[in-house]
């Protein structure tokens, strides 16, 4: 039973740092767009490095789940999150930043695919559900702390204090004066690093993979991607990922493009707002997804969701201010409601077609990218209306989604 536990909580402790290191890309892109005098195109392409990751190692990572386990998948994982940090902390450049997020997002990759099985077999089937939510909650909760992190340590760092204690003297010393925030990726190889050694020393259970866990065939594959709904909710996942990341990412720049915010305060707060109220959207759309029809709570939250960010691009600096982090609220349930619809719309092969669907992630590589790019030649306001396209395909979803069963999500048939 002991064992049982803390199980668990590694695994909550993997989700922690997953989401720590992950959305803090947000916070800091004003000060990269600064410190790397870089465009707005190039500063896109460090979330396209990160997040296209995912697309590239996803499906191939859960062949190497299914040959190789846990154990070694989830070492893996953290020595390529380690590396990744250290080449960003050890070469502060522009390259060196695209290079490292793209190797630290496959750890992430691998991560994720390797810790939701392990989760499922540790809390034991009847209490999957209450973990998987519970596991949300630490995943919100660790992408709002993160921003504070930024600034505690871009301040301290800029302190000036003979007595600043020994890691935040360390960093002091070890990041261009210019780029303190920097500092950040030597927190995260720290942290990667004793992530390495807690994974390594820990004991796993025995864990059989269920059908809608296991990679699949590439024949099912292929089969998959002859019909038109397993790519219609591709760009479901597509979309809102891109949706999600093309807030996190550039709401600091353009509170302080067209407000004049800082982004070590004001920015790095609303990144935060935004990642605690997605979580605390995950729990209403809990409720209502008990008492509506799925379909129209999608509908009820990505109209509201276009409302929001049409008060957050034409609104003045207090309705900007407000509405971007709300916007994390109505995105919250999209994420649970497209794939239980995606699984719920066929019959079989839904390890195959999760695996398609989480490809999908690499929407939060293409839409920050876009957003940057129309930037440039145009303005940060402009290049946010792709959000637009994103949410209201998101929107229609709600109207065309067919499911074999309302709010339930089918036994998967064999591979």
Request: charged share 10%; proline share 3%; aromatic share 16%.
């Amino acid at each position: 039973m002991n064992h049982r536990y803390f199980l668990i909580g590694l695994i909550m402790l993997v989700f922690f740092v997953i989401s720590y290191i992950t959305n803090i890309l947000g916070t800091i892109i004003p000060d990269v767009i600064s410190g790397f005098n870089i465009s707005g195109t190039l500063a896109g392409f460090l979330a396209f490095s990160f997040f296209i990751a995912y697309g590239v190692m996803s499906i191939p990572s859960g062949f190497l789940l299914e040959k190789y386990h846990e154990r070694p998948i989830l070492v893996g994982s953290f020595l390529l999150v380690f590396i990744g940090s250290s080449i960003f902390a050890l070469f502060p450049n522009y390259i060196a930043a695209s290079l490292s997020l793209f190797i630290i997002g496959s750890g992430m990759a691998a991560l994720q695919v390797a810790v939701n099985p392990l989760l499922r077999v540790s809390a034991g089937e009847e209490h999957f559900a209450f973990y998987s939510v519970l596991v949300q909650l630490v995943f919100g909760f660790a992408s709002y702390l993160s921003p504070y992190t930024y600034t505690y340590l871009v301040k301290s760092i800029k302190e000036v204090s003979t007595d600043k204690g020994f890691f935040i003297e360390f960093l002091s010393n070890n990041v261009p004066a210019n780029l303190p925030w920097v500092s950040l990726y030597w927190l995260f190889a720290v942290i990667a690093l004793a992530m390495v050694v807690i994974v390594y020393f820990s004991k796993y259970p025995e864990v059989e993979l269920q059908e809608d866990e296991k990679a699949g065939r590439k024949e099912t594959y292929k089969l998959l991607l002859k019909d038109k709904y397993v790519i219609l909710y591709f760009f479901g996942i597509f979309s809102y990922v891109g949706s999600e990341q093309g807030v996190a990412n550039w709401v600091s720049q353009f509170l302080y493009q067209y407000h004049g915010m800082d982004p070590l305060q004001e920015g790095a707060q609303a990144v935060s707002l935004f990642w605690g109220l997605l979580t605390a959207g995950c729990l209403l759309g809990l409720i209502l997804l008990k008492i509506m029809d799925s379909r129209k709570v999608l509908i009820l939250f990505s109209g509201a969701a276009i409302v929001t960010l049409t008060f957050a691009l034409f609104g003045n600096a207090d309705i900007a201010l407000f509405a971007f982090p709300l916007m994390g609220f109505f995105l919250s349930v999209m994420w649970g409601v497209i794939f239980s619809l995606a699984l719920n719309s066929i019959k079989m092969h839904h390890g195959s077609f999760s695996g398609i669907l989480v490809t999908g992630i690499v929407g939060g590589a293409f839409v920050p990218l876009i957003i940057g790019g129309i930037s440039d030649f145009f303005s940060l306001k402009v290049g946010m209306m792709v959000l637009y396209l994103t949410v209201g395909y998101i929107f229609a979803i709600g109207f065309w989604a067919n499911p074999l069963v309302k709010n339930k999500t089918i036994s998967s048939g064999k591979e």
